[in-house]
């Protein structure tokens, strides 16, 4: 940088502290007049007091006072005077250094530019400023000697004081010496002006204290010349007027100060008593919460050990009628038995001699070996129905259950046991999944992936042999084709919509979330997630029915699960499936194999929400149609089992009713879209 930038950029410098000077010089000016009136007032006050005061003596005291005040608002007036001659000498021989580097640009072919020609403009119009505040005081000076006059007041004049005389202004250095040390030089006078700046301040509040003090003096020596009877009435009332003020004023703030007091208190302590509440209610919500869980958890425990007794019930009665039919078969083979003795006793009277006898021999072997193959057939059959009713549904021993004793049956007395209906293979499925796809969301994002059905035949429920009593009687249904989602909704799909719709992501039981299917969801909150799909997608997605689900799961199949009557090992995951998350969590969906249809999970895993309303049996249901309308809509269906399920429960046959606001940590679901 050049000297001539350094010395433009100093002067830059020295016009804005100027300018602050300049701003502060006003506010000072603007300040002096208010209390310049005031003290006017004062003596206009003392003035006339001086004046009604009968005696002299206080009359020539009261003038002593004006020609006091007079002199040293004059005083002041001086200073400040001498604090602007000053600063106009200051940017005076400014305005000349900076003039000298100007003329030298020019003796040297440069020109003035627009930012030269503004910082000359500026320096000039500063200077004429002080020179019109310097004439204001000279008038206001004036002003008072005059008022000084006319009241025969004859004051020392302050301009002699060696205060105001002002400094010769020093002749313009060498051009080689200023070019040289132009930046320090503008630096100097810059500081001296701040320092002169910041001296009439110090001033300033030392007269305002000296002035104060003055009329608090002045005050005490009124008090005392009313306190000496001195003072004329209107004075004495004029004074007692203005205590009466200053102690109103006082107790006003007193009252103020006392109010806040209170105030604060009061705001202190609603504070206090705000936290403790908030305290208290979150204890009390905690404790609510820490409560509806165990709640819910012993309503689980009380209705898991609920089914089992109903189911242990069921084993037992169904026994209970095999051994029924077992004895009936014995009943009727020893009457049979008795009647065929007595018809013999009777033919061997009627036919006499040994002919007749060796007749009636022959036919009561024969019916004795015929009787003797039915008793050895029921004896044999017995453990043969039972060992296929526990491979088609197996259950935990009980010890309430009673057996049946193979010594009960006599071979003399036993008939065939009543034909079984045989357990059926498993059927090949009838039909393909057409295709899987995934829809586009309004977000970029894609929707869960769906299989494509086409449309088919099944049969829907339990065989009549087999003892649940709600899935009967099996029946054939007909159906559309419609597309379901390969799996249960996991967590990374339901945050998704959450975060758009601003639902709460449920519980996951510290089980984790990404690809587990989403639990602790009520059916309303599975009918705004298919809801929400339908509005993201453009296409119909609902919640699937009952016997879209089954149709789905059975993949073409009429077995107990979808790859056969035996449970197997690591097929699924359930009390007894032999997984490695059986009884304890769910698991990331996909994790076993599929079905001839390519959907994962229809065993196990988690219990899924239909759109079905509770029909306690299948009695009326129509042959076709996507879905049974009508029932008691206060419940809705339940199908498949979950990961704490025992084996009695599994299978693709499995309903369940449960309330639409109810869920649970072994409930999802899936959907379905119309094709």
Not at 42 to 47: F, S, T, V
Not at 429 to 458: A, I, W
């Amino acid at each position: 940088m050049s000297i001539e930038d350094k010395a433009k950029a100093e002067a830059k410098k020295l016009m804005a502290e100027v300018g602050q000077l300049q701003a502060q010089v006003k506010s000072q000016s603007l300040v002096s007049k208010a209390e310049t009136q005031k003290l006017i007032a004062e003596i206009n006050r003392l003035q006339v007091a001086a004046i009604q005061e009968r005696d002299s003596d206080k009359a020539r005291q009261a003038k002593l006072e004006t020609k006091r005040l007079y002199e040293e608002q004059l005083a002041h007036i001086a200073v400040r005077q001498n604090n602007i001659r000053e600063q106009v000498d200051r940017l005076l021989l400014a305005k000349q250094k900076y003039e000298t580097v100007w003329k030298r640009d020019l003796e040297n072919g440069k020109t003035l530019d627009s930012q030269d020609s503004q910082l000359q403009q500026q320096l000039l119009q500063l200077i004429k400023k002080k020179k019109e505040d310097f004439v204001l005081l000279n008038r206001e000076a004036e002003a008072i000697r005059e008022r000084a006059r006319q009241k025969s007041i004859s004051l020392l004049d302050a301009r002699q004081s060696p205060a105001t005389t002002s400094a010769p202004v020093s002749a313009p250095e060498p051009a080689v010496d200023l070019l040289i040390s132009v930046a320090d030089r503008a630096k100097a006078e810059a500081e001296k002006l701040i320092k002169e700046v910041t001296k009439p301040k110090i001033g300033d509040a030392a007269t305002k204290a000296e002035e104060v003090g003055r009329m608090m003096a002045e005050i005490n020596k009124l008090q005392m010349a009313a306190d000496q009877g001195l003072l004329s009435e209107g004075d004495s009332k004029q004074l007692e007027d203005r205590v009466k003020k200053i102690e109103s004023k006082q107790r006003e703030a007193r009252d103020q100060i006392n109010q806040l007091t209170q105030a604060k208190i009061k705001y202190e302590l609603a504070l206090s008593r705000s936290a403790q509440q908030r305290n208290v209610e979150q204890a009390r919500r905690e404790q609510d919460e820490k409560l509806q869980e165990e709640l819910n958890q012993l309503i689980q425990s009380k209705e898991g050990e609920q089914r089992r007794l109903m189911e242990e019930l069921e084993l037992i009665r169904m026994r209970s009628e095999q051994e029924a039919a077992l004895l009936k078969a014995q009943r009727d083979a020893a009457r049979a038995l008795a009647d065929q003795q007595a018809k013999n006793e009777d033919l061997m009277r009627s036919m006499g001699g040994r002919k007749g006898f060796t007749r009636a021999r022959i036919i009561g072997s024969v019916l004795l070996v015929l009787l003797l193959g039915g008793g050895v057939a029921a004896f044999f059959m017995t453990p043969w129905l039972s060992a296929q009713f526990a491979a088609r549904f197996p259950d935990k021993p009980s010890g309430n259950a009673p057996s049946i004793v193979a010594g009960a049956v006599t071979p003399a007395t036993a008939e065939p046991a009543p034909p079984v209906a045989p357990q059926k293979p498993a059927l090949a499925p009838v039909v393909r999944p057409v295709r899987t796809f995934r829809d586009k969301l309004s977000s970029g994002e894609r929707g869960p992936e769906m299989v494509q059905l086409p449309g088919g035949s099944f049969r829907m429920g339990a065989p009549a042999y087999l003892p649940y009593s709600d899935e009967r009687p099996q029946f054939e249904v007909t159906l559309d084709g419609f597309s379901i989602s390969r799996r249960e909704i996991t967590f990374d799909e339901y945050r998704v919509f959450a975060n758009s719709t601003g639902h709460k992501l449920p519980d996951d039981s510290t089980w984790g979330r990404g690809e587990r299917p989403v639990i602790n969801v009520s059916w309303d909150d599975a009918s705004d997630y298919a809801a929400w799909l339908t509005k993201e997608t453009g296409s119909q997605y609902q919640l699937p029915s009952e016997r879209e689900w089954e149709y789905a799961a059975k993949a073409g199949t009429d077995t107990a699960y979808w790859w056969g009557d035996e449970l197997g090992s690591n097929k699924a995951n359930c009390g007894q499936c032999g997984s490695q998350w059986d009884v304890q969590q769910t698991a990331p969906v996909g994790s076993f194999q599929p079905n001839a249809f390519g959907l994962y999970d229809v065993i196990g895993n988690v219990m899924e929400w239909t759109r079905t309303c509770y029909h306690p049996n299948y009695e009326g249901a129509p042959p076709t149609g996507q879905d049974w309308v009508g029932g008691n809509c206060s419940q809705r269906m339940v199908r498949s089992s979950a990961f704490n399920n025992y084996q009695r429960e599994v299978r693709v046959t499995k309903r369940k009713k449960l309330n639409p606001k109810s869920s649970s940590n072994n409930l999802g679901f899936r959907v379905v879209r119309v094709n």
